[in-house]
């Protein structure tokens, strides 16, 4: 500074900037110097200090920030890239964290089936989950009451309950044809990232939620409900400690909805005994209802919060499948007419209304048309778990320590031409003759007997004790939605291509690009 400053003396009135600028150029070039110094530490770091005990770590410039724009962008392309240089373990950094990826249906497993000693779920998303969700439920509470919490959620998905669903889900589907701005006329074409969100919240809303949510939905509940989906992106989950404005929105729109849900609780139960118009079978009805092994009833709180993580679990994978799914068919329009031929020969020429049984048992096409969709495209491309204790992995001298996050990725081995020939090409009838779930050893965690999903390859729901509890009820949705649109209309992709849009992987959850079009023509009535 000492000999920049008797250099800058004759400049005599422009010192004091020259000064300002000689150090703002001092700081600058400080830190480009720090940088990369930093670069080169953490690149020789790779090099010389490789750890044989710990799985390979995928090679990256920056400290800190890792792999996170490669994998944030496309994470199947870069699973895909560290799978050929690493093999099916290996670990990248992501702003800061250790995450180690195991792919294949073993990687799956050990993550999925991990003892409760060694991972936990609560601890990679808690963080994430509890401001949108609320205090008391799934992970905000120890491991075992999860397990009650999803049994308790589980008695509301009854066969009985579904049947009534079906045709209240077709009632939704059609009243929003009706009002809808993208149906007016005969034929005509409409951006599903407009009208699927709505949709599906819209048909969830009115069976598993009950019909005063669902009614509420066309008032203030419905920006509430944006405001409290907006506090569920990447960035939430990334910078959980940032002040973001969104934040703000996102905590009182959560006290305000389960204040809502708390109302129409104490509503209820005020008119337990008079009320004949009470929907008995709904879920709120069902969560009023239970106890906890200890005696316990589920307080009011607990109940609403529930309600809350119910809606936003479910939605954006539903919204998300569904939208893949109209894509995929409308770019193959044969597909659409094997789904209107196989609605002929379950429900006749004439097309008789919906039902539960008909549909989920005999739609057998239909339902590859899901499988094959959930496939290609499960909505959750990562699951996390952190490591509470070190893990050894099977057959390698690697141990995964304590503090690392574990990622699976089923996706990885559903696109994987090892298990599904040709895996990247939509074919529903590939799954014709195959059983739903394979043989696999089932076991029950507190939430009914499910399958351990140790050698599927294909995972869509996850397995082990987070197992989603809403595929029966997803089913029902997105195949009364579909069966509701191929009935009514005949699709096709802009000027009948054969494109689909690639995935955004910019959300939570992999979404085609927007706008995401459709082309529709009117059936005869
Ligand atoms: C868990 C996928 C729909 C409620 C999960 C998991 C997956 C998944 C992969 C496991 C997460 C993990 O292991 O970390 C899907 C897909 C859906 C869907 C692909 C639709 C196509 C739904 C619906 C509901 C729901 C409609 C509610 C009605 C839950 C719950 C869990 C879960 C409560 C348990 C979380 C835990 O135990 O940690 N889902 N889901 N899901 N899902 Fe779903």
Not at 38 to 52: A, E, H
Not at 465 to 472: A, T, V, W
């Amino acid at each position: 500074m000492g000999v920049l400053s008797t250099l800058l003396v004759p400049m005599g009135p422009y010192y004091e900037e020259l000064m300002e600028l000689g150090g703002l150029a001092l700081c600058g070039i400080g830190f480009v110097a720090f940088v990369v110094l930093s670069v080169i530490l953490n690149v020789l770091q790779q090099l010389l200090f490789k750890d044989p005990t710990k799985p390979p770590l995928v090679f990256h410039y920056f400290p800190f920030f890792g792999s996170t724009v490669v994998y944030g962008m496309d994470p199947y392309k870069f699973f895909s890239d560290c799978r050929e240089k690493y093999g099916d373990t290996f670990t990248f950094v992501m702003l800061g964290r250790k995450m180690t990826a195991t792919l294949g249906p073993k990687g799956n497993d050990f993550v999925f089936n991990g003892r409760l000693s060694e991972v936990s779920a609560e601890d990679a998303y808690a963080h994430l989950t509890v401001p949108v969700f609320g205090e008391g439920v799934v992970y905000d509470v120890p491991n075992h009451v999860l397990m009650e919490q999803k049994k308790f959620m589980k008695f509301g998905l009854t066969v009985e309950n579904f049947r009534s669903y079906v045709p209240l889900i077709v009632e939704q589907v059609e009243d929003y044809i009706k009002r809808s701005k993208f149906f007016k006329g005969a034929n005509g074409s409409v951006p599903l990232s407009d009208i699927i969100p709505e949709l599906t919240i819209f048909t969830a809303a009115r069976t598993l939620q009950g019909k005063e949510i669902r009614d509420a939905l066309d008032g203030s509940f419905a920006k509430l409900y944006h405001h409290l989906d907006s506090g569920f992106t990447p960035m939430n989950f990334l910078f959980p400690w940032f002040p973001f404005p969104q934040n703000k929105r996102r905590d009182h729109a959560q006290r305000t909805m389960a204040q809502f849900y708390m109302d129409k609780i104490t509503k209820r139960r005020a008119n337990e005994k008079n009320d004949e118009d009470q929907e008995r079978s709904d879920m709120m009805w069902n969560l009023m209802n239970c106890s906890y092994k200890d005696g316990r009833k589920v307080p009011d709180k607990e109940v609403a919060h529930m309600m809350i993580a119910l809606l936003m679990a479910g939605q954006h994978t539903s919204m998300a499948t569904i939208t893949w799914m109209l894509l995929h068919v409308a770019a193959q329009p044969k597909l659409v007419a094997r789904i209107l031929a196989e609605q002929k020969r379950v429900f006749g020429d004439e097309l008789a209304p919906l039902s539960y049984e008909k549909l989920v048992l005999e739609c057998t096409f239909l339902g590859h048309i899901i499988r094959e969709t959930l496939r290609i495209h499960p909505p959750l491309h990562s699951i996390l778990r952190k490591v509470k204790s070190p893990m050894h992995i099977d057959g390698t001298n690697w141990v995964v320590p304590k503090g690392h996050y574990l990622l699976a990725a089923p996706g990885v081995s559903s696109m994987d031409e090892k298990y599904f020939k040709n895996p990247l090409a939509f074919d529903p009838s590939r799954w014709e003759g195959q059983k739903a779930e394979e043989e696999a050893e089932k076991f029950d965690f507190g939430f009914g007997l499910i399958s351990k999903g140790t050698a599927s390859p294909y995972l869509p729901f996850g397995a082990g004790r987070h197992r989603c509890i809403g595929e029966q009820f997803a089913n029902v949705q997105l195949m009364t939605i579909m069966a509701t649109f191929v009935r009514n209309f005949e699709i096709q992709r802009p000027g009948g291509g054969s494109d689909v849009p690639a995935p955004d992987y910019s959300s939570m959850i992999a979404l085609p690009a927007p706008p995401s079009i459709i082309e529709w023509v009117k059936r005869d009535p």
